[in-house]
C-alpha cells in the first residue's frame, strides 16, 4: 500500500500542501523587499496551479482507479490549509478590511464547523457527501481568492481586482452558509438519533 501513497495523485495532494508555505513566504518577502507586485503576482501562480491540482488530483484518482485513504484524508485538508491560509494573509496586509473580514471569518468557521461534523459522522459509519452546489460554492471561493492575491498589484492593470475578489468573496460565504446548513441539517438526524 506504500506504493498509493507516493501515486500521482496523491504527489499532487502534497504539492497543494507545499503550496501553503510557498505563498506565505511570498507575503513575507513582500513585506521585507518592497516587491509587493511580483512577489503578488508569484503568489498568484502558485494558488492558480495549486488550484489546478485540486481538480487533478480527484479526477486522476478516479480514472485511474487510485483512491487511497490518505488520499481521502489529505484532499480537503489541503483545500483548507489553503483557504484559510490565503484568507488570514489578504486580512493581514489589509487587502480585505472592515466588513469584508467577516466574510472571511464565515467561511472560516463553516469549515472548521463542517470539518467536525465529518469526523464526528465519519465514526458514526455515516458519509455527507458533497454537493454540486458545494462544488460551486468551492470554485467561486478559489476565484475569490485569485482576485484578492492579486490585489493592489492587479489593480494597476485591471482597476476594480480587489473589488472584484471581495464581491465575489461575499457571495461564496452566502453560499457557505447556506451549504453549512444543509450539511448540519443531514447530519443532526444522525446526532440526535445517536442520543436517544
Not at 9 to 18: A, K, Q, S, V
Request: charged share 15%; glycine share 6%.
Amino acid at each position: 500500500m506504500a506504493s498509493r501513497a507516493y501515486s500521482l495523485p496523491n504527489l499532487l495532494t502534497y504539492g497543494r500542501i507545499l503550496a501553503v508555505p510557498l505563498i506565505v513566504l511570498c507575503f513575507f518577502v513582500e513585506g521585507r523587499l518592497s516587491i509587493s507586485n511580483t512577489a503578488r503576482w508569484v503568489a498568484l501562480w502558485i494558488f492558480i496551479i495549486a488550484s489546478i491540482t485540486d481538480f487533478l488530483d480527484g479526477y486522476l484518482a478516479r480514472i485511474w482507479n487510485q483512491t487511497s485513504n490518505i488520499g481521502r484524508m489529505l484532499d480537503p485538508i489541503a483545500d483548507k490549509l489553503l483557504v484559510a491560509s490565503i484568507l488570514l494573509l489578504v486580512a493581514a496586509d489589509q487587502t480585505i478590511a472592515g466588513w469584508s473580514i467577516w466574510a472571511a471569518i464565515i467561511i472560516l468557521c463553516r469549515e472548521i464547523l463542517v470539518s467536525g461534523l465529518r469526523e464526528y459522522l465519519a465514526a458514526l459509519k455515516v458519509s455527507v457527501p458533497v454537493t454540486r452546489i458545494a462544488k460551486w460554492k468551492t470554485t467561486l471561493q478559489l476565484v475569490a481568492i485569485a482576485f484578492l492575491l492579486a490585489g493592489p498589484a492587479g489593480d494597476e492593470i485591471f482597476p476594480y481586482t480587489t473589488q472584484t475578489g471581495i464581491a465575489l468573496l461575499w457571495i461564496a460565504a452566502l453560499l457557505t452558509i447556506y451549504t453549512g446548513y444543509d450539511y448540519f441539517r443531514a447530519g443532526l438526524k444522525h446526532i440526535v438519533d445517536d442520543e436517544e
